[in-house]
């Protein structure tokens, strides 16, 4: 099944800075999306990427998709102390079930 | 904006006790699953639901758990008889197609002493 590894672990950074994301996975893919977790709450989605694209903007987030290099990369523009959650890759196959399978995800902390 | 509900947001509970997670998808959505995370843990699969039937389930799910769409809105989680393990975060999940978005609900946290 699919599941993304996300680096680095954690990430801290200032507020106004960037903080970029990376993802590898391991098989073919339909798309890949991005989620974020806030402590406690249910995952958000961010944005979805298809495998013929390779890059995506909504709002302050840019992701990027290399199929030939199975990664992916989620960047975050002028980052905001409410950025500050863990983010989560989810490659998702041909499955039939639609289930997306998350990894431990990167911890981002943006420091006001 | 629609949403995924889920009750009861916090459910305390002994050892060997009978659990019911319930859960609301988006109306219009096809598919539905469960997910759950142990405190510092990721967040694991357990259960896809499609059609009125089990699509996948993980090893996790094994016999001590069930699903159900009982009336066509709910899309409940049993849980028959609980174990210290079971204490954790669930997650239930709702999408519109098989290749889109999951949208989650806030989840119900299920302490079991």
């Known amino acids: 099944s699919q599941q993304g590894e996300e680096d680095p672990q954690a990430l801290s950074i200032q507020e106004g800075e960037n903080a970029t994301m990376n993802c590898s996975y391991k098989t073919s893919i339909n798309n890949l999306q991005w989620y974020r977790q806030n402590s406690g709450r249910g995952l958000v989605h961010l944005i979805l990427i298809r495998s013929n694209e390779r890059e995506k903007h909504s709002g302050r987030l840019r992701v990027t998709l290399d199929t030939s290099k199975k990664s992916s990369s989620l960047l975050i523009t002028a980052s905001r102390a409410a950025d500050t959650a863990s983010y989560f890759c989810a490659p998702q196959g041909s499955s039939n079930t639609g289930k997306l399978i998350f990894g431990q995800g990167t911890t981002l902390q943006v420091k006001p | 904006e629609p949403e995924v509900t889920q009750t009861p947001s916090h459910q305390v509970t002994q050892m060997g006790q009978e659990v019911i997670l319930r859960c609301v998808p988006i109306s219009n959505h096809l598919y539905f699953y469960w997910y759950r995370q142990i405190l510092g843990q990721k967040v694991e699969f357990l259960v896809s639901f499609y059609n009125n039937e089990i699509s996948e389930k993980s090893e996790i799910f094994d016999d001590q758990f069930s699903v159900e769409r009982p009336d066509g809105s709910n899309f409940t989680l049993k849980i028959r008889s609980t174990k210290l393990e079971d204490s954790a975060m669930y997650f239930c999940?709702?999408?519109?197609?098989?290749?889109?978005?999951?949208?989650f609900g806030e989840g119900s946290r299920l302490t079991v002493l």
């Open positions: 999940a709702s999408s519109e197609v098989n290749t889109g978005e999951l949208f």
